[in-house]
């Protein structure tokens, strides 16, 4: 499979990160949500603010990343991981804790951190500043992956909001080796295109196409559905869907030329007015 994959996004932290196994020498972790915009894709037809999990377990930045705060805007160029895991959930009915299996979670994960301003007398002031200052001074910047990957899906023509979508999954080798994920090689993004651009991607593309996504992150809130191992009662739970939005994609190698199409079009033309005549006169 194709490799590249990089990710700048420029945010403001949601609450004070999180540190896990504090003091344990190489073992201490840092995680927190930070808000990203993006610029406009037509046909669009959701949120403009993103919040992006990011997590890091190295050594190199931790010192920066553990003295971050809620409302610092920070600026992270790093790569985007999906990682498989169990997400638990309560049934309603008997209270029993219920374990979903593979599910899977996707973050940013630093290379390179950079703390540009401190938001919390602004917030403090007005809380809709930091959103307007991500919009207003950041929205060309604030939230893009780029991905050189591989299709590994058929592409799927559907609707999103009532908007023409096309949705398939990449297969990215990965280029940036991290010593807690040693066993994982490659990451499994899904990317839904919007208008143009979903038509054009299922037009073109197929199983083993390679391409080049200039893209933003989208997380939305899901329902997952869960039977209780326990009373046996369905139920749903909140859970998380993250997919890459395109700004754009160029298609690299083995995909569906013009070419080809019009060739396509032209036989199942042929076709048509041959399965015509044969119904008026016969074979």
């Known amino acids: 499979m194709a490799t590249h994959n990089q990710v700048r996004v420029i945010g403001y932290l949601l609450k004070d990160p999180q540190i896990m196994n504090e003091g344990e020498e190489g073992g201490e972790k840092v995680i927190f949500l930070i808000r990203t915009t993006h610029r406009d894709i037509e046909g669009y037809p959701c949120m403009k603010f993103q919040d992006i999990m990011v997590y890091y377990d190295g050594k190199n930045l931790m010192p920066k990343m553990k003295a971050l705060k809620c409302l610092d805007l920070v600026d992270i160029k790093g790569v985007f991981n999906i990682l498989s895991l169990n997400k638990t959930s309560r049934c309603p009915g008997c209270g029993a804790l219920n374990v979903k299996e593979n599910g899977t979670a996707t973050f940013v994960y630093p290379i390179a951190i950079h703390k540009l301003n401190g938001l919390q007398v602004d917030y403090e002031r007005d809380e809709?500043?930091?959103?307007?200052?991500?919009?207003?001074?950041?929205?060309?910047?604030?939230?893009?992956?780029?991905?050189?990957?591989?299709?590994?899906?058929?592409?799927?023509?559907?609707?999103?909001?009532?908007?023409?979508?096309?949705?398939?999954?990449?297969?990215?080798?990965?280029?940036?080796?991290?010593?807690?994920?040693?066993?994982?090689?490659?990451?499994?993004?899904?990317?839904?295109?919007?208008?143009?651009?979903?038509?054009?991607?299922?037009?073109?593309?197929?199983?083993?196409?390679?391409?080049?996504?200039?893209?933003?992150?989208?997380?939305?809130?899901?329902?997952?559905?869960?039977?209780?191992?326990?009373?046996?009662?369905?139920?749903?739970?909140?859970?998380?869907?993250?997919?890459?939005?395109?700004?754009?994609?160029?298609?690299?190698?083995?995909?569906i030329t013009d070419e080809e199409l019009a060739l396509g079009d032209a036989l199942e033309k042929q076709k048509e007015i041959a399965d015509a005549y044969a119904s008026v006169f016969g074979n």
């Not at 899906?153 to 280029?175: I, W």
């Open 128 to 255: 809709e500043i930091p959103e307007r200052i991500l919009q207003e001074h950041y929205e060309e910047v604030s939230n893009q992956a780029l991905i050189i990957g591989t299709v590994v899906s058929e592409p799927e023509a559907l609707q999103v909001s009532g908007a023409p979508c096309c949705r398939y999954r990449l297969g990215v080798d990965r280029k940036y080796y991290i010593k807690t994920q040693s066993d994982l090689t490659a990451d499994y993004p899904w990317v839904y295109s919007f208008q143009q651009q979903a038509e054009r991607d299922f037009r073109h593309l197929k199983q083993g196409s390679v391409i080049l996504v200039d893209a933003f992150i989208q997380n939305r809130r899901v329902e997952g559905y869960m039977t209780c191992s326990q009373c046996g009662a369905q139920y749903r739970f909140p859970d998380a869907a993250t997919e890459f939005i395109p700004f754009s994609v160029e298609y690299l190698s083995d995909y």
